[in-house]
C-alpha cells in the first residue's frame, strides 16, 4: 500500500468515510483514525500499528454534544469534566453505545471518549461526521509520533494518508479518566492534571501505587502493555552531581535529554528551558536516540515535587518511568 501524504482536509475526511487509516495532528500527538464503526477497518488499524487486540481505542468526537454516538450514558462526573476541560487533552471513560465495534475497545463495556482541540482534527472530525477511533500514530510499543516526518517513518506504506499539518501539540498523551462512578480516577496522566480534577471533584484520585494490579488492569488494560522504550538502555538520572563524574568516551555512546548543563560527548543532547518544553520534545529525543544507535540514554527525571507543580510534569515523569521499563 502507497501512504499518501495530504494537506486536504475533506479528503482525509473522505478517506475514513470509506473505511481507511488516516493519521491526523492533534493537541497531543499524531493520532491514526478509522470509523469506529467499521468493524473491518478498525481490525486492520490493530494490524497496521502491531497493537494487542486487547488495548482499547478512544474514540473522537468534534464536540462533546455527540457523546450519544459513542456512550450510552454520560455520569455527572463526566458531563462535569467535559464541561470544563473539552475540548482538550483529555480522554473521559464513560459506559459505551453498543454501536461502537467491540474490537474499538477490546471487549470492554467501557468506552473512552476525547474532543480534541486542535483546528484541524476538529475539522476533519466535523467533516468526516462519524465517531473516529484513533490511538497515537506510531508502532506498537514505539514512542508516539509527534510530527508527521516521525509518523511516516513508522507507518509507511502500513496507513492510507497522513495529514501532514503541523500545529504545536503538548507532546505526551490526553489524561485518560475514569468517570463510570460517582468520582474521577485518573488512569493515565495528561496535561489535565489531579489538582485541575480536584478543582471540580475534591476525592478526585490516581491508581494508588499499592493498588492491587488486577484491579488497575481492568480499569486501564493499556497499562499492561510495554511502551515507549528506546532499543538503548535508559538511565534516569536525578541531578546533575549523579552523571558528571563519570566517562562518556567511546566506544559507549551516550544521549541525553534535561534541562541541566548535558555531560560532554553527547551524541544526541536536547536541553530544555522548561518542563513543558522538555515534553514537547521527549519522544521526538527519543527516536532521535534510536536513530544515532546510541548505547545508553540518560534522561534527567522529573522530582516528585515538580510532578505536583502541574499535569504535564507528572505525565512527563510517568512517560519517563515507562521509558526506563520502571512502570
Ligand atoms: O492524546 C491521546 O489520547 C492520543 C490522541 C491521538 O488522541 N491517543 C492515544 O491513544 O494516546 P492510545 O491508543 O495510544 O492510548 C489510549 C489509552 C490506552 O492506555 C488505553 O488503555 C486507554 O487509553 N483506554 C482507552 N479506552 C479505555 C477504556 N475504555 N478504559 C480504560 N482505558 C482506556
Ligand atoms: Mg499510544
Request: glycine share 8%.
Amino acid at each position: 500500500m502507497q501512504t499518501k501524504l495530504i494537506d486536504s482536509i475533506q479528503e482525509a475526511a473522505e478517506i475514513l468515510r470509506c473505511g481507511g487509516l488516516v493519521a491526523f495532528p492533534t493537541e497531543t500527538v499524531f493520532g491514526l483514525g478509522v470509523d469506529a464503526c467499521h468493524e473491518r477497518a478498525v481490525e486492520r488499524l490493530f494490524a497496521a500499528k502491531g497493537r494487542p487486540s486487547d488495548n482499547p481505542l478512544i474514540v473522537h468526537l468534534s464536540d462533546s454534544c455527540y457523546w450519544p454516538l459513542a456512550a450510552s450514558e454520560l455520569t455527572h462526573c463526566a458531563a462535569i469534566l467535559l464541561e470544563h476541560f473539552a475540548p482538550g487533552p483529555i480522554t473521559v471513560v464513560l459506559p459505551k453505545n453498543p454501536q461502537i465495534c467491540p474490537a474499538v475497545t477490546g471487549g470492554l463495556s467501557t468506552v473512552g471518549i476525547r474532543i480534541p482541540s486542535a483546528r484541524p482534527a476538529r475539522d476533519l472530525l466535523r467533516a468526516a461526521g462519524i465517531p473516529v477511533a484513533a490511538p497515537s500514530a506510531n508502532l506498537s510499543g514505539r514512542p508516539s509520533g509527534t510530527t508527521w516526518q516521525s509518523v511516516l517513518e513508522d507507518l509507511d506504506g502500513r496507513i492510507d494518508a497522513i495529514l501532514t499539518i503541523d500545529v504545536h501539540n503538548v507532546g505526551l498523551e490526553s489524561s485518560v479518566v475514569d468517570c463510570t462512578g460517582q468520582i474521577p480516577v485518573l488512569l493515565r496522566p495528561g496535561a489535565v492534571g489531579l489538582t485541575e480534577l480536584q478543582k471540580y471533584f475534591a476525592d478526585a484520585r490516581g491508581l494508588q501505587p499499592d493498588e492491587p494490579l488486577e484491579a488497575a488492569l481492568i480499569n486501564s488494560p493499556g497499562l499492561r502493555h510495554r511502551h515507549y522504550q528506546p532499543k538503548a538502555k535508559v538511565r534516569l538520572v536525578e541531578a546533575e552531581a549523579k552523571w558528571s563524574d563519570e566517562p562518556s568516551q567511546p566506544p559507549r555512546r551516550f544521549a541525553y535529554a534535561g534541562m541541566e548543563n548535558p555531560p560532554n560527548n553527547m551524541i544526541v543532547c536536547q536541553q530544555y528551558t522548561s518542563l513543558a518544553e522538555f515534553a514537547q520534545g521527549f519522544y521526538e529525543f527519543l527516536r532521535a536516540a534510536d536513530r544515532a544507535a546510541v548505547d545508553e540514554v540518560l534522561i534527567q527525571l522529573v522530582t516528585p515535587a515538580q510532578a505536583e507543580q502541574s499535569g504535564i510534569a507528572a505525565a512527563l515523569r510517568d512517560r519517563q518511568l515507562r521509558a526506563a521499563g520502571l512502570k
